[in-house]
Protein backbone atom coordinates (compact mmCIF):
# COMPACT_ATOMS: atom_id res chain seq x y z
CA UNK A 1 0.00 0.00 0.00
CA UNK A 2 1.58 3.62 -1.10
CA UNK A 3 1.53 6.03 1.29
CA UNK A 4 2.52 9.95 1.17
CA UNK A 5 3.30 11.92 3.79
CA UNK A 6 4.14 15.19 3.54
CA UNK A 7 5.66 17.53 5.57
CA UNK A 8 6.98 21.30 6.15
CA UNK A 9 4.44 24.01 5.52
CA UNK A 10 3.33 26.61 7.94
CA UNK A 11 2.95 30.61 7.47
CA UNK A 12 5.67 32.75 6.44
CA UNK A 13 5.88 36.03 5.49
CA UNK A 14 5.90 37.55 1.56
CA UNK A 15 9.63 36.93 0.30
CA UNK A 16 10.12 33.72 2.69
CA UNK A 17 11.26 30.39 2.32
CA UNK A 18 9.61 26.73 3.11
CA UNK A 19 10.90 23.53 1.83
CA UNK A 20 8.15 20.60 1.98
CA UNK A 21 8.77 16.94 2.47
CA UNK A 22 7.60 13.98 0.88
CA UNK A 23 7.90 10.54 2.28
CA UNK A 24 6.92 7.90 0.47
CA UNK A 25 6.54 4.23 1.66
CA UNK A 26 4.94 1.32 -0.48
CA UNK A 27 5.73 0.19 -3.92
CA UNK A 28 8.94 1.23 -5.68
CA UNK A 29 9.98 4.49 -5.21
CA UNK A 30 11.50 6.47 -7.83
CA UNK A 31 12.03 10.28 -7.99
CA UNK A 32 10.72 10.40 -11.44
CA UNK A 33 7.40 9.02 -10.54
CA UNK A 34 6.72 12.39 -8.32
CA UNK A 35 4.95 15.45 -8.44
CA UNK A 36 3.83 18.44 -6.18
CA UNK A 37 0.97 19.46 -6.77
CA UNK A 38 -1.30 22.39 -4.99
CA UNK A 39 -4.85 23.75 -4.56
CA UNK A 40 -5.71 27.17 -3.97
CA UNK A 41 -9.06 28.36 -2.39
CA UNK A 42 -11.62 28.45 -4.73
CA UNK A 43 -9.37 27.16 -7.26
CA UNK A 44 -8.67 23.85 -9.16
CA UNK A 45 -5.84 21.83 -7.95
CA UNK A 46 -2.48 22.49 -10.37
CA UNK A 47 0.79 21.17 -10.89
CA UNK A 48 3.13 23.02 -9.41
CA UNK A 49 6.59 20.88 -10.10
CA UNK A 50 7.05 17.54 -11.36
CA UNK A 51 9.57 15.25 -13.04
CA UNK A 52 9.25 13.81 -16.32
CA UNK A 53 9.95 10.23 -17.83
CA UNK A 54 12.59 11.92 -20.34
CA UNK A 55 14.47 13.14 -17.27
CA UNK A 56 13.92 16.79 -17.22
CA UNK A 57 11.87 18.81 -14.23
CA UNK A 58 8.55 20.62 -15.26
CA UNK A 59 7.13 23.66 -13.60
CA UNK A 60 4.76 25.45 -13.60
CA UNK A 61 5.17 28.89 -14.79
CA UNK A 62 4.23 30.91 -11.78
CA UNK A 63 6.90 29.10 -9.47
CA UNK A 64 9.94 28.94 -12.25
CA UNK A 65 12.70 30.08 -10.99
CA UNK A 66 11.52 30.53 -7.06
CA UNK A 67 11.16 26.78 -6.49
CA UNK A 68 12.60 23.63 -6.66
CA UNK A 69 11.64 20.17 -6.91
CA UNK A 70 14.72 17.56 -5.77
CA UNK A 71 14.54 13.95 -3.88
CA UNK A 72 16.96 11.12 -2.96
CA UNK A 73 15.78 7.75 -4.10
CA UNK A 74 17.52 6.58 -0.74
CA UNK A 75 15.70 7.81 1.35
CA UNK A 76 12.62 7.69 -0.88
CA UNK A 77 11.75 11.36 -0.29
CA UNK A 78 10.89 14.44 -2.42
CA UNK A 79 11.63 18.08 -1.81
CA UNK A 80 10.20 21.29 -2.66
CA UNK A 81 12.12 23.85 -2.28
CA UNK A 82 10.41 27.36 -2.45
CA UNK A 83 11.27 30.95 -1.97
CA UNK A 84 10.51 34.38 -2.40
CA UNK A 85 7.34 33.67 -1.66
CA UNK A 86 3.98 35.42 -2.27
CA UNK A 87 0.76 35.13 -1.08
CA UNK A 88 -0.94 33.45 -3.95
CA UNK A 89 1.45 30.61 -3.05
CA UNK A 90 -1.46 30.20 -0.26
CA UNK A 91 -2.69 26.61 -0.64
CA UNK A 92 -2.61 23.25 0.44
CA UNK A 93 0.27 21.23 -1.21
CA UNK A 94 -0.19 17.59 -2.47
CA UNK A 95 2.59 14.95 -3.26
CA UNK A 96 1.87 12.80 -5.76
CA UNK A 97 3.07 9.62 -7.18
CA UNK A 98 2.25 8.26 -10.77
CA UNK A 99 -0.46 5.56 -10.58
CA UNK A 100 -3.06 8.64 -9.01
CA UNK A 101 -1.51 8.14 -5.62
CA UNK A 102 -1.93 10.93 -3.01
CA UNK A 103 -0.67 12.64 -0.04
CA UNK A 104 -3.22 14.11 2.65
CA UNK A 105 -1.63 17.34 1.88
CA UNK A 106 0.31 20.06 3.82
CA UNK A 107 -0.93 23.83 3.91
CA UNK A 108 1.34 26.69 3.28
CA UNK A 109 -0.29 30.13 3.66
CA UNK A 110 2.11 33.33 2.48
CA UNK A 111 1.11 36.44 4.43
CA UNK A 112 2.57 39.93 6.51
Known amino acids: QVQLIESGGGLVQPGGSLRLSCAASGGIFSINYMAWYRQAPGKEREMVAR???????VYAPSVKGRFTISGDNAKNTVYLQMNSLKPEDTAVYYC??????WGQGTQVIVSA
Open 51 to 57: FSVFGNI
Open 96 to 101: YKRGDY
